[in-house]
């Protein structure tokens, strides 16, 4: 089967050139998608290319606003090396990598976190042990905070487990069992605190009911704010 993809130009409505990624496909219309490569065009097989470039040209508003909307979300993903910054309850820590012939446990300092290991150059072990360290960490930091704030709210407090999810923070089963996930541990406390209150909230109402975020709001009344701060972070938040 013949090629459908291909990557053209275009010169938006504010003069700047964008390349992006045209796909034919049995459809009747024209739809554009911003993915992490950029500008993604998927276009019927019979239409002409003139055309498709002046209904992107049109469109230039709506796709520089998406792309700017990237840019700002894009965190470049972690080297796992030497002199690396790495964040913790939203402090900056930096990651020392020795060469060691044995493989020592994850160091941890004030501001720095080294990693002894016979395989220093291998960037997949030092993540590893790494995120080892961090998952550790968390459990103790968010058992604490979990207790605290389950007395708060005035109910026993649940099972803890760490998650690994890509996207989601935390999360409450209907047993009534409380999921976090350990990259939440990079986040400032307050941001800690805000998802540790929602999913505890949940044991009182299993929903996003105006009920529930009333129940929110009696142990965590600036909670708009941090939710809105969590969604701003979460692209960084996620790059371990
Ligand atoms: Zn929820």
């Known amino acids: 089967m013949a090629n459908l993809s291909k990557t053209l130009a275009l010169t938006l409505t504010n003069g700047e050139t964008i390349s992006y990624q ?7 219309t024209v739809g554009l998608k911003i993915t992490k490569d950029g500008l993604v065009v998927h276009a019927p097989k019979r239409i002409f290319e003139f055309q498709l470039q002046k209904l992107l040209v049109e469109k230039s508003n709506w796709i520089i606003n998406k792309l700017e909307a990237r840019k700002k979300n894009y965190a470049p993903p972690l080297n796992w090396q030497d002199g690396e910054i790495l964040q913790l309850r939203g402090n900056p820590i930096t990651l020392y990598v020795v060469h060691n012939a044995k493989n020592k446990q994850a160091q941890f300092n004030h ?3 080294t990693i002894s290991s016979p395989e220093a150059d291998n960037q997949e072990v030092v993540k590893r042990k790494v995120v080892q360290w961090f998952k550790k960490q968390a459990l103790v930091d968010f058992s604490r905070r979990l207790e605290i704030l389950a007395a708060k709210l005035n109910v026993p407090t649940p099972p803890l487990h760490l998650s690994n999810a890509q996207s989601r923070w935390g999360s409450c089963s209907s047993r009534g069992d409380i999921r976090l996930n350990w990259r939440l541990l990079q986040a400032p406390p307050h941001i800690i605190n805000y998802v540790i209150c929602h999913e ?3 044991l009182k109402e299993m929903n996003h009911s105006a009920k529930f975020w009333a129940v929110v709001a009696s142990i965590y009344p600036d909670y708009k704010t941090a939710e809105k701060e969590l969604k701003t972070r979460s692209p960084q938040l996620h790059t371990v």
């Open 200 to 202: 505890l909230a949940h």
């Open 22 to 28: 045209l796909e034919r496909r049995p459809r009747r």
């Open 111 to 113: 501001d720095s976190l």
